[in-house]
């Protein structure tokens, strides 16, 4: 019998599965990568008695190779907040999914495990940009506003360190950075002792530094778009950027379209904050595209699609 921990590489992904783990400690194989290669369970093979965790991928986009893996004898644990789609109904299926605008992934197992290793969800909560929902959550702690300001840093760090083309582009491999906040309970002490949280903080200042500078290619009072070249840094940002722009903006949509190395772009669409709708349906309107209704992307957006692009963006968002 094996364990097998299947995770979205970013905050949400990697705070789900840390407090999973403290909770229950196993030994388990880690399947993750970057925030976009979210198709995770097509690396998996698993059978009877076998069992696996997926926490903060799509389970629409993992249909197929869910359905495999319950054929095959496999038990799974599915936690999530993303597009899902028709949930199968299998006997060794066990899904938590709420697609709703205020929640995730971290949050959902925060509640499974009763607020047992709440900081962490809010963590993740930061990271995923829920800053109501991560204010709601951290209540609990009872924290000032200075300590909770350094959940809201490591959350938007940890999130930034999974953007990237492939994981040469990122500070850490998902994997590594779960592996070294797993022995914290208390995400304040993985902040106050280990180096990581310095080497994220400098790498995400620098990069947004550079992000900065941009100014946007088309804006209106009802949206703006952005054009990053094609460096790692731009990759790097491009899901925090617009994470950022949105909050700096809260009325206006934003999307973010960075050049890719071999042509095309990954796009980040950012719904205003202020109604939270319309970026994944825009988004899974393109074959790699996908996401929730605040937050989707585009993987990879060909050169000649662009223009269709920004109509349909325009279309939702003015
Ligand atoms: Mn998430």
Redesign the pocket.
């Known amino acids: 019998m094996v364990n097998i921990d299947v995770f979205?590489g970013?905050a949400?992904g990697i705070c789900a599965l840390q407090q999973l783990r403290l909770h229950k400690p196993l030994e388990s194989t880690l399947v993750t990568g970057v925030k976009r290669d979210i198709n995770l369970l097509k690396r998996v093979s698993a059978g009877a008695g076998d069992r696996i965790t997926v926490l903060?991928v799509s389970l629409d986009k993992n249909r197929d190779d869910l359905r495999r893996l319950l054929n095959a004898g496999a038990e799974i644990h599915y936690f999530d907040?993303h597009y899902a789609g028709d949930i199968p109904i299998h006997p060794q299926l066990t899904a938590m999914i709420d697609t709703s605008p205020a929640t995730?992934?971290s949050l959902l197992v925060n509640n499974t495990l009763q607020q047992r290793f709440c900081a962490w969800a809010v963590v993740g909560a930061f990271g995923?940009n829920f800053d109501t929902s991560a204010r709601e959550a951290a209540t609990a702690l009872d924290l000032d506003e200075q300590p909770l300001e350094q959940l809201r840093q490591l959350g938007i760090y940890l999130n930034y360190n999974g953007y990237g083309a492939t994981t040469g582009d990122l500070h850490f491999p998902p994997d590594q950075l779960f592996r070294s906040l797993h022995p914290y309970t208390d995400p304040l002490a993985f902040i106050e002792e280990s180096k990581i949280f310095a080497r994220l903080k400098q790498g995400y200042e620098e990069d947004m530094a550079k992000g900065h500078l941009l100014r946007p290619e088309a804006e209106t009072a009802q949206y703006a778009i952005y054009l990053l070249p094609a460096e790692p840094w731009a990759r790097r940002i491009s899901g925090v950027l617009g994470n950022h722009l949105a909050r700096e903006a809260p009325q206006r949509a934003h999307a973010l379209l960075t050049r890719l190395p071999d042509g095309g772009y990954v796009v980040s669409v950012r719904a205003p904050l202020a109604i939270k709708e319309g970026a994944d349906e825009l988004c899974r309107q393109f074959s790699t595209g996908g996401g929730r209704k605040a937050a989707a992307g585009i993987n990879h957006l060909p050169e000649q699609q662009v223009d269709l692009f920004i109509i349909k963006f325009k279309g939702i968002y003015s």
């Open positions: 979205n970013d949400d903060d907040h995730c992934t995923d």
